[in-house]
């Protein structure tokens, strides 16, 4: 499956902002869409997820500001996004695959990752 985000870009402490996730190819075996970021000099972090069936994920930095919705007849994903902090400044990947529960946060359980798209909060 390919994968493409965008919405990203520059926006301003307390703004809120949605991106999206377009996917395209075979997605018999996707269970899982995510979304990941990666900040300047850290390691790519898991941000959110959502099972086929509608079941969310949330890293406990995001949950109650983030969520996480897809479109399974346009096979796309989306990452609702309000109350955003500089902390939240990072490029921000989609991916998709089948891992299991345990893997679900680990960037080990997606086979397939989009190209990312930037997002800059300023203060």
């Known amino acids: 499956v390919q994968l493409q985000a965008f919405g990203g870009g520059l926006v301003q402490a307390g703004d809120s902002l949605r991106l999206s996730c377009a996917a395209s190819?075979?997605?018999?075996?996707?269970?899982?869409m995510a979304w990941f970021r990666q900040a300047p000099g850290k390691e790519r972090e898991f941000v959110a997820a959502?099972?086929?069936?509608?079941?969310?994920y949330y890293a406990d930095s995001v949950k109650g500001r983030f969520t996480v919705s897809r479109d399974n007849a346009k096979g796309e994903m989306y990452l609702r996004m309000n109350n955003l902090n500089p902390e939240d400044t990072a490029v921000y990947y989609c991916?998709?695959?089948?891992?299991?529960?345990?893997?679900?946060?680990?960037?080990?359980?997606?086979?397939?990752w989009g190209q990312g798209t930037q997002l800059t909060v300023s203060s």
């Open positions: 190819g075979p997605t018999f075996n996707v269970r899982y």
């Open positions: 991916a998709a695959g089948a891992p299991i529960l345990s893997q679900v946060r680990e960037r080990s359980g997606y086979g397939s």
């Open positions: 959502i099972k086929w069936g509608g079941t969310t």
